[in-house]
């Protein structure tokens, strides 16, 4: 079997192997790696590409203990601090990948309702995206009225975070609360951006698809696209029944 780390170039006939950035890394290396979080001065690149790596390992099935999890998790938490938007971006990513494994996660949270009422629209839309990711269903109320106020938002980076989060509330049995967000819900199936239109009524759906009828009329009410995508949408949720 072909090893998929290294490529050869035969199409361009030069006959040489193209190494993967990723080639022979291991998880002792990479855990030690991660105390550069740790730094007082933090070297920006040094941090992304660690975090790179570390990420990679996950991706391809590389186990953490829950001690080496948890002592990551932290870590990686002081990383919050940068205001480089490339190193925030895979901070967020980490976190949710890091939170099924770590111990004590929800001590973050303060953090993250931080940067949900940041005035930089990148911060909010992760955070509420790893927010909804490691709360349970007692603090979903907590966070309820930034939720909200989010799928009605005019940036529609930040509308599409709150409406794909709260279908994973639903999904993740975190959701009652999210059924009771019919009217702001509605609002953005009218906003006038698509990915914004498409994500309300995946979540409109979720929140009546015990009720035939409203998703009949729902269905009829779109344009011809989201109705395509509606019809998908309520096949999907049959067959996983």
Known sequence: MVDDRK?????????????????GIEKGQVLQECRCFNDRQLNTQKCEDTLTRLLYL???GEKLSSEEATTVFFAVTKLLQS????LRRLVYFAIKELTSTAEE?????????KDINSDIDMYR???????????DAQMVQAIERYLKQEI?????????????????????????????????VGKAMEQPNKMV??????LMFMIKQNDKLPVTKMIQQVDPIERAYAICHVHVHSIGR
């Open 7 to 23: 490529l050869k170039d035969e199409d361009a006939g030069w006959g040489y192997m193209v190494m993967s950035p990723f080639e």
């Open 58 to 60: 996950v991706a391809q």
């Open 83 to 86: 205001a480089d938007p490339s």
């Open 105 to 113: 996660v929800i001590i973050v949270t303060n953090c993250l309702t």
């Open 125 to 135: 839309a992760n955070a509420t995206r790893v927010l909804c990711r490691i709360t």
């Open 152 to 184: 009605v938002d005019r940036n529609p980076y930040v509308a599409s975070a709150a409406l794909t989060s709260a279908q994973s509330l639903i999904l993740y049995q975190k959701g009652d609360v999210v059924r009771r967000w019919v009217n702001e």
């Open 197 to 202: 239109q498409l994500h309300a009524l995946a």
